[in-house]
């Protein structure tokens, strides 16, 4: 106890709720085992101001991860929703085999880069392939944190971590990747430009289709020193951004938002929300593939870490509908329905006979 | 020279891709339908097309399913085993033979030879499908020689070919051909002969993989997620062939989802996602899949995930020779993925167990939430046996302790994920979405609220109680099949496609005045009854097709020490389908060994 006399007591202000009544504290988890000053709760913050803004029920989200310390965060926030902790790298395939029984929960997928880039390119590949319904956040920090502090496969050449010598292998970047693979969102953002990600979170959270957010998250104990070019300083020192991003939910159109006085790009979501992209110096469109692969190369050509929507597309097919299934999601659907009667059966062995 | 009558095997060497397999079925169903008991073998390279193949058809008033011992009539139309396959045949074999072959003849004086020329007879009828043609030509020749009944052989093509009329005609007009080539080119001087048979019960043919397939589907799968690799290929396609008729609404919307994985890997993964979700989720592969799919297993079986995976056995280890049969994946299933585990396993021995296997498998996972495998094999997967229908499911769905409603789960004076409320070591689970007990399912360690921990307590009682938990199953999967013999002396433990060779196996036995008794596993862990079984017999022998004795290894663990030395292993694999007399001669040298 402190010796100090107590503080006069503040008068009492209203919790502040979202549009289903519900407040902040609905939307957090249990505290954070990470270094002090990670990233990855930085980003984690951002999950529960996002869900919560954007009015998603708690229970209806299902957080999913791999291994590793970005893996370990579904503990942290979201605390009313179920999650699964899988193995290395192969978080995808539970989350699409989950999808394939459940098509009506939000699935938000966290990760880092050695589960992405290195054991589990090839599920994060293939759930972009199908486009499946999910957020896919990674948080990339060039190293494998929970083992000390090895390179992973998006170290940038000439980033030098803590200790040992300068990465000389070429990264992975894992936007350009999806770009090329035709993921129907491609984001990258900075764990410390909090608008910046909240904003493309909650259109994530709109899309219906796979949505890939890159999100550079220093590792504050092996790789965040000068030399490092995923510190907190030298992101912040050459961060591109490609336009000042703001989301407009559906619920609330009107609200939040000015209207701004320069050029701006209004890309409407799948469930009629917004975000409004303004545009700082030079117009991206992210329609454009091309131009997001030029920005992605020419900032990694100069030391650079390119920010924004890169790509968006909201005409493919999700797998929901390549899948061919009943409107209900099948966990609803009835045992009787799912055991053909006995009359099916006598009739299948009644032809096998004839 | 006496006439034998439905009882001897006709080997067919063809080359792969040359669509002797429709032929071949053909011939086997025809038999099949004229009430002679008779199975087949298909003996097929891992390859398109042009490397070699046999089939291998065996008719036996006995019933016996296993290949025979010798061939009696060799249809030979590929050269590339020309020689190897004439050198085979014991004095007094029949062969029948593409005369058409460009430098090979047949010149083995104490053999029956019946030349051929199937090449220029197919041309004849359709010169672009001379290939194909030709098969279903010696299959005409041998229904002439053999006495197969015409109208059972064109409902037998109808079948096979199933209301494509140009292709019915085609083959209808080569059965033909043969058949005027025999009569007037050939004259009769070998003994063997068909003759039809009254059946005692309607029986069609199956083969494993569908069976299990069709057991899926009224087990409620709701995903299915699957890699291609043989031999287990056809059970996810027999899966996918009956969703539009059996799991489809009047829109055309599926109540199953079905994704072609990556690799198996992710097949598994999406079974667990399933499983977690709530849902009936599989997956079918062999032993490489299986081996790939580890990591998941050991998660399924910590988290307590439901689950089903099938594993249709091919020889391994590594890619071994993918289109044989063994029984090899018997420890690796039982004991799958690092650390402690131990797993349930499903053995069906018939195509009706592979029915009612395949829908007991989810009840089971569900029951028991963990992960429950099928183990079959390419023998009775790919293979067609006989089968008298399928039986309906006589219990509902058991979908185990899910709460899904409010009330319920707010009568639990304390909820905890892991927590053995019952003291059968079966925890109750909530589901994600319904907001109850939202957890974070992990693969670390967790104590019984589900949450993270390392405590040494929380770690032992874990282990402990997943233990019980499967322990507890044991006599509730299906027993054991036994066929007691009073004398109590020999009792035989086996498992599986074995089932199909056991009675031959038996009766060389019995021959030779050794009356056997016979344990048939279908489950692991053991029943109950099995170690009964062990201590009702002076000797126990456990008879397996692989090298090492998996089951026995399994079976000596788990027996209590005093039974341990009563128990001894025959073990025999080469790849091929159990031929009974290897087995029978080896548990001979086994018995004399034990009395020693």
Not at chain 1, 17 to 42: F, I
Not at chain 1, 106 to 118: C, E, I, K, P, R
Not at chain 1, 284 to 301: N, R
């Amino acid at each position: 106890m402190s010796d100090r006399p107590a503080r006069p007591a503040r008068p009492a202000r209203a919790v502040k709720l979202n549009v289903l009544n519900e407040p902040k504290d609905s939307y957090t988890g249990g505290p954070s085992s990470l270094c002090p000053g990670c990233g990855h709760d930085q980003i984690s913050n951002v999950i529960i101001t996002a869900a919560w803004e954007n009015g998603i029920e708690p229970h209806r989200i299902a957080k999913m991860s791999g291994i590793g310390c970005s893996s370990k965060t579904p503990a942290y926030y979201l605390g009313q929703s179920h999650g699964f902790n899988t193995v290395h790298g192969r978080m995808p395939s539970v989350t699409t085999g989950a999808y394939a029984i459940n098509k009506d929960l939000l699935y938000l997928g966290v990760s880092g880069d050695g589960d992405s880039a290195s054991i589990g390119i090839g599920q994060l590949i293939h759930a972009i392939r199908r486009n499946m319904d999910m957020v896919y956040i990674v948080e990339n920090n060039g190293v494998y944190g929970l083992t000390k502090g090895q390179y992973s496969a998006t170290a940038d050449v000439g980033s030098k971590k803590k200790k040992g010598p300068a990465n000389e292998t070429q990264p992975i970047d894992l936007c350009a990747m999806a770009i090329n693979l035709g993921c129907t969102f491609v984001a990258r953002s900075f764990s410390g430009s909090k608008k910046q990600l909240t904003s493309l979170l909650k259109a994530a959270m709109s899309h219906k289709g796979f949505a890939l957010i890159d999100v550079i998250s220093p590792c504050v104990t092996f790789n965040n020193n000068d030399e490092s070019m995923r510190s907190y300083g030298y992101v912040k020192e050459n961060e591109v951004t490609l336009h000042m991003a703001d989301y407009i939910p559906h619920f609330n159109p009107m609200q939040e938002v000015e209207v701004p006085e320069g050029h701006f790009r209004d890309i409407t979501l799948h469930d009629g929300s917004t975000i409004r992209l303004e545009t700082i110096s030079d117009e991206h469109d992210p329609s454009d593939a091309m131009a997001a692969l030029m920005a992605l190369h020419g900032a990694e050509t100069g030391g650079k870490h390119v920010t924004g929507l890169l790509y968006f597309d909201a005409t493919k097919p999700s797998l929901a509908e390549d899948l061919c299934l009943v409107d209900e999601a099948l966990l609803d659907v009835p045992d009787d329905i799912l055991r053909p009667d006995k009359a099916s059966l006598d009739a299948l062995n009644a032809e096998f006979l004839s | 020279m006496d006439r034998i009558i439905n009882d001897f095997t006709i080997n067919i060497a063809t080359a792969n891709g040359t669509g002797s397999q429709s032929a071949n079925l053909i011939l086997l169903q025809s038999l099949f339908d004229m009430g002679v008991p008779v199975s087949g073998k298909n003996l097929f390279p891992s390859n398109i097309s042009g490397l070699p193949t046999w089939y291998i058809v065996r008719l036996s008033e006995q019933g016996y399913q296993a290949p025979g011992d010798r061939t009696h009539i060799q249809i030979l139309v590929n050269p590339a085993t020309w020689e190897e396959d004439i050198e085979a045949l014991e004095p007094g074999s029949v062969v029948i033979w593409n005369s058409d072959t460009k430098k090979k003849t047949v010149e083995r004086e104490d053999i029956i030879s019946y030349p051929v020329p199937m090449t220029s007879m197919a041309r004849k009828i359709n010169p672009k499908l001379a290939k194909l043609v030709t098969n279903i030509i010696y299959v005409g020749i041998l229904a002439e020689l053999l006495g197969i009944d015409q109208a059972c052989l064109e409902s037998a093509v109808a079948k096979q070919f199933k209301g494509k009329a140009t292709a019915i005609e085609l083959n209808v007009t080569a059965l033909g051909l043969g058949r005027d080539y025999c009569k007037e080119n050939l004259t009769k001087s070998d003994p063997y002969a068909v003759e039809s048979r009254e059946v005692e019960k309607p029986q069609f043919f199956f083969e494993g993989n569908e069976a299990a397939a069709l057991g899926s589907i009224y087990g409620g799968v709701q995903m299915l997620a699957w890699y291609p690799i043989t031999p287990s290929s056809s059970l996810c396609e027999g899966i996918i062939n009956y969703i539009p008729r059996l799991r489809t609404d009047d829109e055309g919307n599926a109540t199953v989802a079905v994704i072609q994985a990556e690799d198996e890997l992710a097949a598994a993964g999406m079974v667990l996602g399933a499983g977690w979700a709530g849902g009936r989720g599989m997956t079918a592969t062999s032993g490489p899949g299986i081996s790939l799919m580890q990591e998941f297993i050991g998660l399924a079986y910590f988290a307590e995930i439901a689950s089903v995976f099938w594993d249709v056995v091919r020889v391994g280890p590594s890619t071994g020779l993918p289109t044989r049969t063994q029984q090899s994946d018997i420890s690796m299933l039982y004991e799958g993925s690092h650390g402690d585990t131990q797993h349930i396993v499903l053995i069906p021995g018939t195509v009706e167990e592979c029915f009612e296997y395949g829908w007991r498998a989810f009840d089971y996972a569900e029951r028991f939430q963990t992960p429950v495998f099928g183990l079959s094999d390419l023998d009775l997967g790919m293979n067609r046996w006989a089968c008298s229908g399928f039986t309906y499911p006589d219990v509902p769905m058991d979908r185990g302790k899910v709460v899904r409603e409010q009330e319920v789960f707010e009568a639990f004076e304390t909820f905890g994920r892991y927590l053995d409320v019952d003291g059968d070591g079966i925890p109750y689970r909530t589901l994600p979405g319904s907001g109850m007990d939202p957890i974070l399912y992990r693969g670390t360690g967790h104590n019984p609220m589900g949450v993270y921990s390392e405590k040494p307590e929380d770690y032992y009682n874990l282990m402990q109680r997943l233990r019980t938990k499967i322990d507890n199953a044991r006599d509730h999967l299906p027993a054991p099949i036994i066929r007691e013999e009073k004398e109590g002396e020999v009792g035989i433990v086996f498992l599986g496609s074995m089932e199909n060779s056991i009675q031959e196996i038996d009766d060389l036995l019995e021959a030779t005045g050794i009356k056997v008794s016979q344990c048939r596993v279908r489950a692991l862990p053991f029943h109950s009854e099995v170690e009964a079984f062990v201590r009702r017999h002076e000797v126990t022998i456990v008879l397996e097709i692989n090298r090492d004795g998996q089951l026995y290894g399994i079976l000596r663990r788990e027996l209590p020490n005093d039974l341990v030395t009563k128990v001894h292993s025959v073990a025999y694999s080469d790849g091929m389908p159990p031929r009974a007399r290897i087995y029978a001669e080896r548990i001979l040298a086994t018995l004399e060994e034990v009395k020693q």
